[in-house]
């Protein structure tokens, strides 16, 4: 038979060929031959009915495709070119015209599942040759796709990044709205302040109006930007989008599963450009008059100050709302091969339905399905866990303190557990967590932050000598890195670049975090029995739960408005459940 992905030999008008000249008359590589080089052929393979040079008779043993060929050395092969039969010709689909980035001369006909990458058939020879590296061959893989629930995944992701930059429109918008309109209010306010003072103020009320003018200006000059981007990413999404659902229709699947692909990595390439736009910094402005102005007009030099306050998410989580609680029921996530009472010291959400907490106790890893409110499927590592992290939708991180590594977990489509690569931290590590693309880590002993890529690489490291002693937690997002320090009885927010920017102390002994949906901090404090929310700029905090059984770790759900935790009380076997409770 052919190898896969291989074009079709040349063909020939009988099963031997004559020769007219005395290079014709040399047997020559026919697959090199298809490539615009002739070589002299070392050997000849019975299945695909190539002569081939030594090269390509190597490669032929290590293929995973062709190693179990029938091959023939120099001595045994045909003396002269064969024909193969019409019935073992591979004709190379049409859709299949993608050039390959490193060997432009192939086309990309193979899709490497393990390293997530296009293929021709020189890079599946020089480097998947490995068995453990599956490969296929597109045309034998992309008739699923079709309609499929990958398909219908990137498409999704597809609208939703779209509908993201539209979100960030409206906000940039709806921001610059009210900061235009507070700039006008502000100037009411001056103009009211200017009516109690006499004319020497019309020179300042005029240096006023212009620096608010500039200040507008500038608002109006950014928000064109904002606009003109979102707009144009929206336009080739929405282009993308089109296409995919065009190709779908059309069945062609070796095109629609290139492009879905493509997408998803177009996808991942937004996320950079979602997070610039996020990072905005438009201000709302007060005017503040100048009380003592009337009895010193003569001596004072200014009509007073246009205060700022940065208007963004995180600005608005300073005022905790107020919620409603109530207990929803616990979980037991005790199973037959627990040989301890179950210790859950971790805990991160994958979709509303599926929890995975880690069991310090038992040395395992467990999946909650929280719809049946069972453990669904367990993983037995070779050390006890403390924390866990959402590194993609199918891949985990865990921190093992003992071993002083991070272990890599994947989740396969059957919803299985299995043990990835590990990576070595500098130290015993136990609160974690991920965030576009880098794991934030905390090491006790001596106290520090790590900041690391996903390969195991430092990239940042946070001393915590005067900042933090007991770093046990930790929670991130865009701007800040929160960590709750039990020895110091605080939770210490710090930006990426590991400068204190905010402390919460009013706490007893905090332990387990999770972030909520409108950025602010949920809190186990074990020592109160209590689960307290705090702002995102750690100034106020509110007990949002409370005579509870020594809360450890935390998670909420935003979008069913649940937070789970479990507890350490000690061997009581109240350690074996999730407690639930519904926030609204």
């Known amino acids: 038979m052919t190898v896969p992905g291989k074009k079709a030999s040349k063909q020939f008008s009988s099963s031997t060929t004559s020769m007219s000249s005395d290079e014709d008359l040399q047997v020559y590589c026919q697959p090199c031959d298809e490539e615009g080089t002739r070589l002299p052929a070392h050997g000849y393979c019975t299945d695909c009915k190539e002569h081939l040079c030594m090269i390509c008779f190597k490669a032929h043993k290590i293929n995973k495709f062709t190693k179990k060929h029938t091959r023939l050395d120099a001595t045994s092969m045909p003396k002269v070119l064969q024909q193969p039969s019409t019935s073992i010709q591979t004709v190379l689909s049409d859709d299949l015209t993608m050039p390959c980035p490193k060997h432009p001369k192939e086309m990309i006909k193979f899709y490497c599942n393990d390293h997530t990458e296009f293929l021709c058939s020189v890079c599946v020879t020089l480097e998947h040759q490995a068995t453990s590296c599956k490969v296929n061959y597109i045309p034998d893989i992309s008739g699923d796709i079709i309609d499929s629930k990958e398909y219908q995944v990137i498409l999704n992701a597809v609208n939703t990044t779209s509908d993201k930059f539209q979100q960030i429109l409206k906000d940039v918008k709806d921001m610059t709205h009210k900061s235009n309109s507070s700039l006008k209010d502000a100037l009411v306010d001056i103009k009211k302040f200017r009516q ?47 296409k995919i659902k065009q190709l779908n229709t059309t069945k062609q699947a070796d095109k629609l599963f290139i492009d879905l692909k493509l997408s998803q990595e ?59 609680s109530s207990h929803e029921g616990e979980i037991c996530v005790e199973t037959s091969k627990d040989n301890y009472i179950c210790y859950i010291t971790g805990m991160t959400l994958l979709t509303p339905d599926l929890l995975i907490i880690t069991d310090y106790n038992n040395e395992d890893v467990k999946m909650v399905d929280t719809s049946s409110q069972s453990v669904s499927n367990k993983l037995q590592l070779d050390d006890k866990p403390w924390d866990i992290t959402t590194v993609a939708s199918t ?21 299985q557990l299995k043990m990835k690569h590990t990576v070595k931290v500098g130290g015993k590590c136990y609160g974690i967590n991920c965030y576009q693309g880098k794991l934030v880590v905390s090491l006790r002993f001596p106290a520090k932050l790590q900041i690391l890529d996903m390969n195991g690489t430092i990239l940042t490291t946070m001393d915590g000598k005067n900042i933090f002693k007991d770093p046990w937690y930790i929670t991130c997002n865009r701007i800040s890195i929160y960590v709750s320090d039990c020895h110091m009885k605080t939770v210490t927010r710090l930006n990426w670049q590991g400068e204190v920017i905010g402390s919460y102390s009013a706490m007893g002994y905090p332990t387990g975090m999770s972030l909520s949906d409108d950025g602010t901090v949920f809190v186990c404090d074990w020592r109160r029995n209590v689960i307290e929310e705090i702002s995102g700029d750690c100034s106020t905090g509110k007990v949002v739960l409370q005579d509870l059984k020594t809360p450890r770790a935390v998670c909420w759900c935003g979008k069913t408005k649940k937070l789970y935790y479990s507890c350490y009380a000690f061997d009581n076997k109240n350690q074996n459940f999730l407690y639930i409770y519904n926030l609204s």
């Open 196 to 242: 109690e003072i006499n004319q020497r103020l019309d020179e300042l009320e005029r240096q006023a109006e212009d620096a608010a003018k500039v200040i507008e200006q500038e608002n109006k000059k950014h928000l064109k930007a904002v606009e003109t981007t979102c707009e144009e990413v929206t336009k080739s999404l929405k282009i993308s989008s089109d």
């Open 266 to 324: 177009t996808i991942k390439d937004m996320d950079e450009t979602l997070l610039k736009l996020s990072s905005f910094d438009i201000k709302e402005h007060n005017f503040q008059s100048n009380d003592v102005i009337l009895n010193l007009i003569k001596t004072e030099k200014s009509l007073g100050t246009l205060t700022q306050k940065t208007l963004n998410k995180e600005s608005q989580s300073a005022q905790i709302k107020s919620r409603q």
């Open 395 to 415: 891949e985990l991180a865990v921190t093992l303190p003992h071993k002083q590594t991070v272990q890599f977990i994947s989740i396969s489509s059957n919803k």
